[in-house]
């Protein structure tokens, strides 16, 4: 019984960190979210940092509404990324454990 808990506890401490270096990895990612086919561009990182927005010269002679919607629309497209990356990433780390559906990760 004693050796199961300390390899239980060895298994908890390989798990975090692993977790923890994913969690790294994750929030040093970067993505790019477009709209208007590429005109407007938001690079995003895994935390949701917005590090740089591009806007092509065409788009600048549009009403400013629309260019503020091509801008909502690319950062959305960003965020929608940078989730999808993270589930993707945490998917990797779960697997073979029978976590219940719905379950996020970290605790």
Do not use: C, W, Y
Not at 68 to 73: Q, V, Y
Not at 75 to 100: C, H
Request: no cysteine.
């Amino acid at each position: 019984m004693k050796g199961s808990m300390s390899d239980l506890m060895q298994q908890a401490q390989k798990m975090q960190e692993e977790l923890q270096k994913k969690q790294q990895e994750m929030a040093q990612a970067e993505v790019t979210g477009e709209a208007a086919a590429g005109l407007v561009k938001v690079l995003m990182t895994g935390r949701h940092d917005v590090r740089r927005v591009t806007i092509d010269d065409s788009v600048l002679t549009e009403d400013k509404e629309v260019l503020e919607d091509l801008l909502a629309a690319a950062v959305n497209d960003a965020v929608r990324k940078v989730e999808a990356n993270n589930r993707d990433a945490m998917s990797g780390l779960t697997a073979g454990m029978d976590l219940p559906a719905g379950f996020k990760m970290p605790f």
